[in-house]
């Protein structure tokens, strides 16, 4: 029996409920999972695979700190919907200081789904395409007693599949493209977060510290994932390999 591939979960915040009920109909229809939050920010926001905010009911935060977060803890596309014309400073400051995706004005919900499933592609593929880099172009890697399928999004260990969050994903991916290889937290945040902020930099041990929860057989002795003190982190693995048996 074919396995599910890792869910796919928007959330959308907004009080516009006709809004939410036509693009869950819509995102459904690609089997990408919506949920809505009518307080900003309440929810786990690392479990999910991107944010859909809709600035004509509910404004950004001011703190521009809360935005930074907010991005630091999201491992996917970030999208704004908006009804007004915002000045072109403005815009550009969501783009450049908040590194948010995209912003979508006066779109059809149509529209808005299709710029939604695009974003989520590129998140996706952007972690096949850093192994691809490495030398490894097939869709299954095994790394130490992990096996890594590309094209589901799954890792299992053994024969139990582990069950982690987009972050803990792209930052699994990242360590064994560059296995063996010290790694800064700047380094970790620029290639999985897409900045270097303070916000950033400052969950990082709590986002390694839950993967290796995950990876590891001895996670207070961890033997792959190990803290190198004063540098940053190191993936150590002797078997990296790809498969290519099933490969067409």
């Given amino acids: 029996m074919e396995e599910e591939q890792m869910p796919l979960e928007i959330l959308l915040i907004s009080q516009d409920l006709q809004l939410a009920n036509k693009l869950e109909k819509m995102l459904n229809s690609f089997n990408i999972k919506m949920r809505v939050s009518f307080e900003p920010l309440e929810h786990l926001l690392q479990q999910i695979s991107g944010v859909v905010w809709d600035l004509s009911s509910i404004s950004l935060p001011n703190n521009a700190s809360e935005i930074q977060i907010m991005r630091s803890q999201v491992a996917g596309p970030i999208l704004l919907l908006d009804k007004t014309d915002e000045p072109v400073e403005t815009i550009c400051r969501y783009f450049l200081s908040y590194h948010l995706d995209d912003y979508i004005q006066k779109s059809s919900i149509k529209e808005v789904a299709a710029r939604i499933v695009q974003k989520l592609w590129v998140y996706q593929n952007k972690d096949r395409l850093q192994i691809n880099k490495q030398g490894q172009a097939n869709s299954n890697l095994t790394a130490g007693h992990l096996k890594i399928d590309l094209n589901k999004f799954q890792v299992n260990n053994g024969h139990n599949r582990l069950s982690l969050s987009p972050i ?67 993936f150590k693995v002797e078997n990296k390999t790809a498969d290519t048996s099933h490969v067409k």
């Fill in 168 to 234: 803990e994903y792209k930052l699994l991916l990242f360590f064994i493209s560059y296995s063996n290889t010290v790694l800064s937290r700047t380094q970790i945040a620029s290639a999985v977060w897409g900045n270097t902020s303070g916000a950033t930099l400052r969950i990082i041990d709590t986002h390694i510290s839950n993967l290796r929860k995950k990876i590891e057989k001895q996670p207070k002795n961890p033997q792959m994932l190990k803290t190198i003190r004063g540098f940053g982190y190191l």
